[in-house]
C-alpha cells in the first residue's frame, strides 16, 4: 500500500476517516487534509480512475490486520498423520496399547498410517498381516474408516485411517 507522498496520481477520491466522501481532490490537497488531522492518506484502489485513497492511522490498520492473522491462524487445526507400528505376532497386550493410541489420534482428528513389517520368512505369510490390519480397522470403526486399504510396499503394507466426521 502506497502512503502520502508515494502515490502517483495528480488528484484522487478521498474518503474520511469515518467513511464520509470528501470528493476527488488534488494530491497536495488530499495529503495535507490527512496530515493536518494526525493521520496518513492511503492508496486502497489504484484501478479506479480518479485512485480512491483513505484517510487512516496507517500502524493501527497495519496492527488490526496482524491481529487478525495471528487470530485466524490460532483458530486452524493441522491434521498430521501418524504412524503406528505392528507386527504379525503382536501380543493381545501390546496390540491394545497400541489401539488406544489410534483411538487418541482418531479422537484428535489425525490420520492414522498403519505399518505392518514383514521380517525373513513371514514374507510368504502376508496373509496373516492383513488379517491383523482389518482386525485393528474393525476395532476402531466407530472413530475411523479406511481411506487407504492395505497395500504391500516392498517389505511392508500399510493401511490409511482417517477420523469420522
Given at each position: 500500500?502506497?502512503?502520502?507522498?508515494a502515490?502517483?496520481?495528480?488528484q484522487?477520491r478521498v474518503i474520511?476517516e469515518d467513511?464520509?466522501?470528501?470528493?476527488?481532490?488534488?494530491l497536495?490537497?488530499?495529503?495535507e487534509?490527512?496530515?493536518?488531522?494526525?493521520?496518513?492518506l492511503?492508496?486502497?484502489?489504484?484501478?479506479?480512475?480518479p485512485?480512491?485513497?483513505?484517510?487512516m492511522?496507517?500502524?493501527?490498520f497495519?496492527?488490526?490486520e496482524q491481529?487478525k492473522?495471528n487470530e485466524?491462524?490460532?483458530r486452524?487445526?493441522?491434521?498430521?498423520?501418524?504412524?503406528?507400528?505392528?507386527?504379525?505376532?503382536t501380543?493381545q497386550h501390546d496390540?491394545?496399547v497400541k489401539?488406544k493410541n489410534?483411538r487418541?489420534f482418531?479422537d484428535d482428528?489425525?490420520?492414522?498410517k498403519?505399518?505392518?513389517?514383514?521380517?525373513?520368512?513371514?514374507?510368504m505369510?502376508?496373509?496373516?498381516g492383513?488379517?491383523?490390519?482389518k482386525?485393528?480397522a474393525a476395532?476402531v470403526?466407530?472413530l475411523?474408516k479406511?481411506?487407504q486399504?492395505?497395500?504391500?510396499?516392498?517389505?511392508q503394507?500399510?493401511?490409511?485411517?482417517v477420523?469420522?466426521?
Amino acid at each position: 500500500m502506497l502512503l502520502n507522498h508515494a502515490i502517483n496520481a495528480s488528484q484522487v477520491r478521498v474518503i474520511a476517516e469515518d467513511g464520509d466522501q470528501l470528493g476527488i481532490l488534488p494530491l497536495d490537497k488530499a495529503v495535507e487534509t490527512a496530515q493536518s488531522k494526525g493521520l496518513d492518506l492511503v492508496l486502497m484502489a489504484s484501478t479506479a480512475d480518479p485512485p480512491v485513497c483513505k484517510i487512516m492511522d496507517y500502524g493501527k490498520f497495519k496492527y488490526q490486520e496482524q491481529k487478525k492473522a495471528n487470530e485466524a491462524k490460532k483458530r486452524q487445526h493441522v491434521i498430521q498423520v501418524k504412524e503406528v507400528k505392528l507386527r504379525t505376532h503382536t501380543e493381545q497386550h501390546d496390540l491394545d496399547v497400541k489401539l488406544k493410541n489410534i483411538r487418541k489420534f482418531l479422537d484428535d482428528g489425525n490420520k492414522v498410517k498403519l505399518t505392518l513389517r514383514f521380517r525373513g520368512r513371514e514374507m510368504m505369510h502376508s496373509k496373516l498381516g492383513l488379517e491383523q490390519l482389518k482386525r485393528v480397522a474393525a476395532e476402531v470403526d466407530e472413530l475411523g474408516k479406511v481411506d487407504q486399504m492395505p497395500s504391500m510396499e516392498g517389505r511392508q503394507m500399510s493401511m490409511l485411517i482417517v477420523p469420522r466426521k
